[in-house]
Every structure is written in structure tokens, then in C-alpha cells.
T-cell receptor, first 112, second 115 residues
């Protein structure tokens, strides 16, 4: 296991479609985080899992967004009825202790 | 590929010179701070961290300074190289325990290394 993997790397979708992204964290990391990054900005926190429990959600995570981590390993982030404002880089990170976050390379979403 | 930080503050440094990147953080109660480097099309890459009970920490070619009085962090890069060109972000964590372990990122700085 060499790091945090995210799939796909790029996604272009039409407005109104649903999309799902996957994150595979470092295997021994029990904490998993999703962030969103728009051009010119730092990443913004979306949600946090410890094992399979979703412990915190940002107000940025509207009801069109849902994240799961069913077995405490990989996680998915789904966006329903995509809007142009959802276009961004979606980053996943994992950690074992709360220190030493490792980020994946992200999924670049473009809504047209 | 896409560009990170199209409208960010930019620091231009000649190769071989030292770079100093500054960051103001927001929460005086934050416990832990990290500097990240981000290249175009990639996720943030860990550079160095520091806990709130320290005021200086050194790594290989990098030093982080923490001034809690004015809520200020700086990243010093010695002998800057072309491969150091990227956008740099500082990030803070309120507490690494429980649900407060999310990162809050500061405004990034683009470092351009000229030959």
C-alpha cells in the first residue's frame, strides 16, 4: 500500500447527473476525510469518518451529497443532481492518529 | 493540467536563495499545524508539522516557526530548488482527538523559483 488512492482522477458530467467517487485510504488508517478544493483556494473540509462512523459533516455538505464508509475501509462520495457549482477537486485524506494526514491526488469534477 | 492557485500571492525566489513563506492562522486554540506543498493536478503533500507547545522545528532544508502571540506561522526553505516551485498552504487542527481533527487551510502562496 503506497498511499491514498482516488478514482476516477477526472470526471466530466452533465448538470443534473449523479456522480460517485471512491477513496481507498492507507490500510492501517482508521480516520478518513473528504475535502473540496476550488481554484485559488485551500481545501475545505466536507466530512470525517472514524472507522465506519461518520462523525462530522460540514455545512458545505448539502443534502445532495452523501458519503459512506461501509466497512471502515474504502469510502464513497456521491453527489446527486450535480450543479455547475459542484465543479471542484475532491480530495480524500487518511490518518491513523490525527497527525500526519496523507492526501490522495484527488478527483477533478467538471459539471457542464 | 489545471493550475492550483491561479490568483494566489506569489513569491519569486532565485535558485539557491532561501525562501520564507508566511501564514496567519485563525484559531488561537489550535493544537497542531502543518505545511503542505501542492503541485498542479496533485493533492497536498506533507512537508513539516509543529505542535503548539513548540516554537520551531527543523527538517531537511525546511524550518517551521510558530508565533502563537500573533497567530503566525512561517516556512523557511533553504537553498531553494526549481523542484520547490508549487503552491504552499499552512493548515491548523484544533485538536487531534475526537471530532476536532479536521484541517483548516490558510490562504496559499505560490512559490516560483527562477534560474
Amino acid at each position: 500500500d503506497t498511499g491514498v488512492s482516488q478514482d476516477p482522477r477526472h470526471k466530466i458530467t452533465k448538470r443534473g447527473q449523479n456522480v460517485t467517487f471512491r477513496c481507498d485510504p492507507i490500510s492501517e488508517h482508521n480516520r478518513l476525510y473528504w475535502y473540496r478544493q476550488t481554484l485559488g483556494q485551500g481545501p475545505e473540509f466536507l466530512t470525517y469518518f472514524q472507522n465506519e462512523a461518520q462523525l462530522e459533516k460540514s455545512r458545505l455538505l448539502s443534502d445532495r451529497f452523501s458519503a459512506e464508509r461501509p466497512k471502515g475501509s474504502f469510502s464513497t462520495l456521491e453527489i446527486q443532481r450535480t450543479e455547475q457549482g459542484d465543479s471542484a477537486m475532491y480530495l480524500c485524506a487518511s490518518s491513523s492518529t490525527g497527525y500526519g494526514y496523507t492526501f490522495g491526488s484527488g478527483t477533478r469534477l467538471t459539471v457542464v | 493540467g489545471e493550475s492550483v492557485g491561479l490568483h494566489l500571492p506569489t513569491l519569486s525566489v532565485q535558485e539557491g536563495d532561501n525562501s520564507i513563506i508566511n501564514c496567519a492562522y485563525s484559531n488561537s486554540a489550535s493544537d497542531y499545524f502543518i505545511w503542505y506543498k501542492q503541485e498542479s493536478g496533485k493533492g497536498p503533500q506533507f512537508i513539516i508539522d509543529i505542535r503548539s507547545n513548540m516554537d520551531k522545528r527543523q527538517g531537511q532544508r525546511v524550518t517551521v516557526l510558530l508565533n502563537k502571540t500573533v497567530k503566525h506561522l512561517s516556512l523557511q526553505i533553504a537553498a531553494t530548488q526549481p523542484g520547490d516551485s508549487a503552491v504552499y498552504f499552512c493548515a491548523e487542527i484544533l485538536s487531534v482527538t475526537g471530532t476536532a481533527s479536521k484541517l483548516t487551510f490558510g490562504t496559499g502562496t505560490r512559490l516560483q523559483v527562477t534560474l
